[in-house]
């Protein structure tokens, strides 16, 4: 104690931390393991490794693998190289079990009265890490302790203001913030709530195209939703549809600012398409507004949800059998990847419309640039709102030296290379 404390006679604040309890006793928490890799060292053993997150296990211990549910039995447990009979909270281990269990990585071994739940739809808090914004409807990657899945963020419940603790209405995440939203995942993940179980139950989420970390967050509940939807089988499929049309389908997913030729380009893809025998459907940006997406602005979590709506129809139409041509200005990389995973590989092929935005801006019948210079018009994609350009397209066609006709031949010259269309 200092010596202006002459009149206190007890031990220091460090002495007396160091007495306090470390909390629950690890023997009385269920036993959670996340798996972090499967040891095969030889044919005739398999581990499977990773750190215990809660609980002890012991030989002959009964365990649930999740998410299959597998009952088994612990029949050896390994620390380093050395046979113990007990593994204790915090302790990296190997088990093997009694039975071929099939068990892979993000899997979790665990025992219980009251198992880890399984879902696709959670309920979370996020803080939100990153200079661009967290958007309904865009896609992250979610690592969530040893398993990996897409998330897609559905509209925010609320924003919490970190001062007053109150919720505020928002339709977004910025830097620093905090919001609860629920999260749609690619498939069920095992988890638990995060006042139960940290590792299970705190993730983080992960830009897809920069692979930054984005945002961390903590689990709820689940929404149930994996337990009341299934997918329906039918006799016809996308193969007998396409066979009874004598092609193959795909989605020719053509982006660029306003006014760079995207649609002119793509009506005559179609043409071309259609006089050579193809069934085909062009989806307009300006068109599917007045319909399916008339609800929708052109806010940025708009845009998402734009391109979220239109990218599940191309891929029905391409269920259907048809060449489908999209023609959207699409201004971020994050929806257009979305779009590209819901297809088959080798069905969807990105066609980058490049034009300067001088240019384009005196390609303006609408006068929409005009509009957007004068503040007339907000959220207009090249002036305030940003353009993403593609990294990675099948086709670039620049349309300050490509007419229109000579870009439908070199799509048309496209599809006949890589099979889509025969070549004449």
Not at 103 to 125: M, Y
Not at 271 to 281: N, P, S
Request: with cysteine.
């Amino acid at each position: 104690p200092s010596g202006a404390m002459a009149w206190y006679g007890g031990p220091t604040l460090l002495d007396h931390l160091e007495q306090v309890p470390s909390g629950e006793d690890p023997a009385s928490r269920p036993l959670r393991l996340s798996v972090q890799r499967i040891s095969r060292p030889h044919h005739d053993f398999r581990g499977i490794a990773g750190i215990l997150a809660s609980g002890i296990v012991r030989l002959g211990d009964s365990v649930r693998v999740l998410p299959s549910g597998r009952r088994s039995r612990v029949t050896r447990i390994l620390i380093g190289d050395r046979d113990e009979n007990v593994a204790m909270e915090g302790q990296s281990v190997t088990l093997t079990l009694a039975d071929e269990v099939d068990v892979s990585r993000g899997d979790v071994i665990a025992s219980g009265e009251r198992l880890p739940a399984v879902a696709d739809r959670l309920q979370a808090t996020i803080v939100w890490m990153h200079d661009r914004p967290m958007l309904p409807g865009r896609c992250y990657m979610m690592k969530l302790g040893t398993q990996t899945v897409v998330a897609t963020v559905a509209p925010l419940k609320h924003k919490i203001n970190v001062n007053t603790l109150e919720h505020v209405a928002a339709t977004r995440l910025d830097l620093n913030d905090i919001g609860v939203c629920d999260l749609e995942l690619s498939r069920p993940v095992v988890f638990e709530p995060y006042t139960d179980n940290r590792e299970l139950g705190g993730f983080i989420l992960i830009d897809r195209v920069t692979n930054e970390t984005a945002g961390a967050g903590v689990l709820h509940f689940a929404l149930r939703r994996s337990n009341n939807l299934s997918w329906q089988s039918f006799d016809i499929d996308r193969d007998a549809r396409a066979e009874m049309k004598g092609q193959k389908p795909c989605v020719l997913w053509f982006t660029g600012l306003s006014g760079a030729g995207k649609s002119t380009i793509a009506n005559l893809v179609e043409r071309r398409l259609y006089a050579l025998g193809h069934h085909t459907y062009l989806l307009d940006g300006d068109n599917v507004r007045h319909g399916l997406n008339k609800d929708l602005g052109f806010t940025d979590a708009d845009r998402v949800e734009n391109i979220r709506r239109v990218a599940e129809v191309a891929r029905l139409m391409a269920e259907a059998g048809l060449i489908v041509l999209v023609s959207f200005i699409s201004p971020f990389r994050a929806e257009r990847r979305m779009a590209r995973e819901l297809m088959l590989p080798g069905e969807f092929f990105e066609i980058f419309v490049d034009v300067p935005l001088a240019v384009a801006e005196t390609r303006d019948p609408k006068g929409l640039y005009r509009k957007a210079r004068r503040g007339e018009l907000r959220n207009f994609t090249g002036i305030d709102s940003p353009y993403e350009v593609p990294e990675n397209a099948e086709l670039r066609i620049d349309t300050t030296s490509t007419a229109a006709e000579q870009a439908a031949e070199m799509v048309l010259q496209h599809l006949q290379t890589v099979g889509i269309v025969p070549a004449l």
